[in-house]
Every structure is written in C-alpha cells, then in structure tokens.
C-alpha cells in the first residue's frame, strides 16, 4: 500500500553536476553491466546518480529485473520514484555495487565522503563481490588529499577526543562540516558529526589508525580495495 499524502516524483538531483558528459558515459558503462537477478549497491553522489537513471531506463525499456541496496536516504527516494526495487544489507548481500569518489590515486586508492554517506557506502562495497568506481578524468590526482580534505565520521560527544588523537597523525586542519540549510553541524544519516581533515602526506596506515580511534565511525579514505574503476 502506497501513502497517499507524500510526493517524492521529480525529487531529482538538488544540484548542479558539473562535468555533466563525462558522468554520463561512465554511467552509461556501469549500467550495462546488470543483468537480471543481480542485487546491485547503489552509491551516493551526482555521478552515482547518473547511473540510478541509466538502471532506471533499462528497467523500463528492457524489462531489467534487479534490486538496488542504496547507501543514502536521497538515493533509496530516486529509487522509488523511478520504479526500481529497493532491498537492504540486513535482508540480501549486493551482488556487486558502484559508487563515484572524490579523489582517485595513481594506486586507485581512494577519498569518498562529501555526501557523508561514506559508513554505508564502505560497508556496501566491503559486503559485495564486485565494486565499481565510476569517475570522470577531474577525480584523478597522484597522491590523496591532492584537491580534498579527508571525511571523518564521529559520534557527537567524542568530538574533543577525536580532535586530539587526529592531531597526533599529523593533521594540520581539521574542521566541523557544517549543515546546509539549518543552523549548526551536519548531522549523518547515523546521527553523527563529520570532520574534514587535512593532512601534509595520507600515509597507507593512515585508514586503519584513523578507524582504530575511539569515536571514530568512519573515514573517507579508502586504501588497498579490490576494486575497478570505470572511467571515460
């Protein structure tokens, strides 16, 4: 049964993608790799995006039977409205999963996490068999931190803690992600504050000892993942 009194059609993206063509071939790519039956991870963030409306059309024009497990509220809500299944981690484990980034190295390491939603995206791709990374040529850097600061996810009371243990690996910024749209800190779809965290050298080590910190949910890095980057 359907509520009646809640209208989600055209909730479309909320701003404008820049790079526009390039996201839209490699969505094209990533979408032409369903097949029927798949349970697919859907990643968060405007190329991601791209790729949901691709899904969308060979679900509609080819008759493409699959489930999307989304990483954010504002993806599982597209999904909806373009008549695409939704199932979760807890009921089905994703078949194989795409997702864009922020920065990919020369090593296809990466920083995700602008959107917040980086603790489901990790878990998503941590729990599928295949991972996709769809970019445009603007992601590339040679070394991490290039062009972004690193997304920290925290539980609001461990903030001066965290703050401190950040200080000790060598951060030289660290910053409270403020909300858009409302007075006051962003607040994470798991109810917790982001950091943004600029470091002179992203170590290899630097995700673990980062996630080994109590307080700590998540981190933006992504460092030694099997996975595959579709690019244009």
């Known amino acids: 049964m359907k509520w009646d009194n809640i209208d989600i059609r055209n909730y479309g993206w909320n701003s404008e993608i820049t790079n526009y063509v390039q996201k839209s071939i490699v969505a094209h790519k990533v979408a032409q790799i369903a097949k029927n039956g798949d349970v697919i991870g859907f990643g968060s963030g405007s190329t991601a995006y791209l790729a949901v ?17 989304p990483t954010s509220k504002e993806i599982a809500f597209i999904c909806l409205e373009l008549g695409i299944p939704i199932t979760s981690i807890l009921e089905e484990k994703p078949d194989w999963c795409f997702d864009g980034a922020d920065e990919v190295s020369q090593n296809q390491d990466l920083i995700k996490g602008r959107g917040g939603a980086m603790f489901n995206e990790k878990l998503v791709m941590k729990s599928s068999d295949k991972s996709y990374i769809i970019v445009d040529e603007s992601k590339f850097v040679t070394e991490l931190g290039e062009k972004f600061s690193v997304p920290v996810e925290i539980t609001q009371s461990s903030m001066p803690y ?26 994470t779809e798991n109810g917790n504050f982001i950091l943004d965290v600029r470091f002179n050298k992203i170590e290899s080590h630097y995700e673990k000892e980062i996630k080994a910190i109590t307080g700590v949910i998540e981190t933006g890095l992504f460092i030694g993942y099997d996975l595959e980057v579709i690019k244009v």
Not at 53 to 67: F, T, Y
Not at 167 to 184: C, M, Q, V
């Open 162 to 187: 965290v703050v401190r243990e950040l200080e000790k690996l060598n951060a030289i910024y660290i910053s409270l992600r403020p909300a858009k749209s409302k007075d006051g800190p962003l607040i």
């Open 53 to 69: 409306l691709e899904i969308a059309k060979r679900v509609e024009n080819d008759g493409l039977k699959i489930k999307a497990i």
